[in-house]
């Protein structure tokens, strides 16, 4: 059993930057593909960015390209979530997800066997 616990979120103002953390524990990091999520009050939990197991191969969304940057530490058994050049339609509670299974069905589908519990991101204008 995975345990994901998220950290790092809180209140910036726009233009700022924020990195959030996800530890794992209880499994063997590096069999599992992770993912970050986000979901704003009244929307669906949307894709942000996804990290392989193997070659550290990353994708983002469209919204976020360019500015966040996804990263993962075998040693630490955490991953990143590098935030810059924030905006107020970035505000939401970010989650990060491990899966065993291939990421694009973690995009596309947004189930995952494992979630953290969630960090709120607050950027203000």
């Known amino acids: 059993q995975v345990q994901l616990v998220e950290s790092g979120g809180g209140l910036v103002q726009a233009g700022g930057s924020l990195r959030l953390s996800c530890a794992a524990s209880?499994?063997?990091?590096?069999?599992?593909?992770m993912g970050w999520f986000r979901q704003a009050p009244g929307k669906e939990r949307e894709f942000v960015a996804t990290i392989s197991r193997t070659f550290g191969i990353t994708d983002y969304a469209d919204s976020v390209k360019g500015r966040f940057t996804i990263s993962r530490d075998k040693a630490k058994i955490t991953a990143y979530l590098q935030m810059n050049s924030l905006k107020p339609e970035d505000t939401a509670v970010y989650y990060c997800?491990?899966?065993?299974?291939?990421?694009?069905?973690?995009?596309?589908?947004?189930?995952?066997?494992?979630w953290g519990q969630g960090t709120q991101v607050t950027v203000s204008s």
């Open positions: 209880g499994g063997t990091f590096s069999r599992y593909n």
């Open positions: 997800a491990a899966t065993v299974r291939g990421l694009n069905y973690l995009r596309a589908t947004r189930l995952s066997e494992y």
